[in-house]
């Protein structure tokens, strides 16, 4: 974005200094007052603000993104432009994604991972509660045996069932019960509050894009009729017909005209990822 309006400025700065140069013989020529001529240097030197500005948030912009990337400090960063598409929402089907975002994003399936977990250890100690039943069998001779040796022909199979319950344990398990329980309970809210964020964060983030494609839009047309205004103005100028202070309006108007748009571009396509996330 800092590039986009750099190089807009710059244009301006080229724009203007060609008019300050022709100004100058016109005054030579008496054909314009030194007021005009101080107009468009005041208008130069106010610019030329604005572009020490902009390449000095830009130069801090490009040592960050160096910092985060981990890239050297001394390496040299060239971004290279893309085209944001006009229309990115024409491909959206919201209740399709909203559904997605429901039951296949990263926070749903924590949610319900942390039900599922909390509804284990319930389970687990509430098995604490109950007697422990065990089943047992046996075959061979361990019996007293009359018989001088013991052989497969008097082997026979022995079992039952072996009953264990700590009966006088209730009150600390019954207590882990009761903390299992609650811990359910409140996983099982989380999720519903989970589930109200998610529709919550996929909508506004949708709502905000369809405003930020709007205001593009609108920008964009804004861009145009400064443009156009710009041009008509300065023939206009050039053949006498409005003062120095119009066109040095109308420039300027085009001016910011153009970094708004760009501003725009930039917070659409934010936006346009920013909804995307919240689907995953």
Do not use: C
């Not at 061979?140 to 018989?147: I, L, R, W």
């Not at 009150?171 to 989380?190: F, H, P, R």
């Not at 205004?229 to 309006?249: C, H, K, W």
Request: hydrophobic share 40%; no cysteine.
């Amino acid at each position: 974005n800092y590039e986009k309006d750099l190089t807009v400025l710059e244009s301006s700065m080229k724009e203007l200094e060609a008019r300050q140069l022709k100004q100058k013989e016109q005054l030579d020529l008496r054909l314009i007052t030194k007021a005009d001529l101080l107009k468009t240097e005041y208008s130069i030197l106010e610019l030329e603000s604005q572009i020490t500005g902009t390449k000095t948030n830009l130069d801090i912009a490009k040592k960050d993104l160096k910092l985060k990337l981990m890239i050297p400090i001394n390496e040299d960063i060239v971004l290279k432009d893309f085209i944001v598409p006009e229309n990115l929402t024409a491909g959206i089907e919201f209740d399709k994604d909203l559904d997605v975002a429901l039951n296949n994003s990263l926070s749903a399936k924590l949610a319900v991972n942390k039900v599922d977990y909390a509804a284990a250890e319930k389970i687990v100690a509430r098995s604490s509660l109950l007697p422990q039943v065990d089943a047992f069998a046996t075959y061979g001779t361990s019996k007293e045996s009359h018989h001088f040796d013991n052989s497969f022909d008097n082997a026979e199979w022995r079992g039952g069932v072996s009953v264990k319950w700590d009966v006088f344990s209730f009150g600390s398990t019954i207590d882990q019960y009761s903390v299992a329980k609650n811990n359910e309970s409140i996983e099982s809210l989380n999720a519903e509050l989970t589930t109200d964020n998610i529709k919550l964060t996929v909508t506004k983030n949708y709502r905000e894009l369809i405003r930020l494609q709007q205001l593009k839009n609108s920008r964009n047309k804004a861009l145009e009729a400064a443009t156009e205004n710009f041009n008509i103005d300065t023939e206009r100028y050039n053949a006498g017909l409005i003062s120095t202070v119009d066109y040095l309006l109308s420039e300027s108007q085009y001016r910011q005209a153009a970094v708004d748009y760009n501003s725009a571009v930039l917070n659409y396509y934010v936006a346009f990822e920013k909804y995307r996330s919240s689907l995953i």
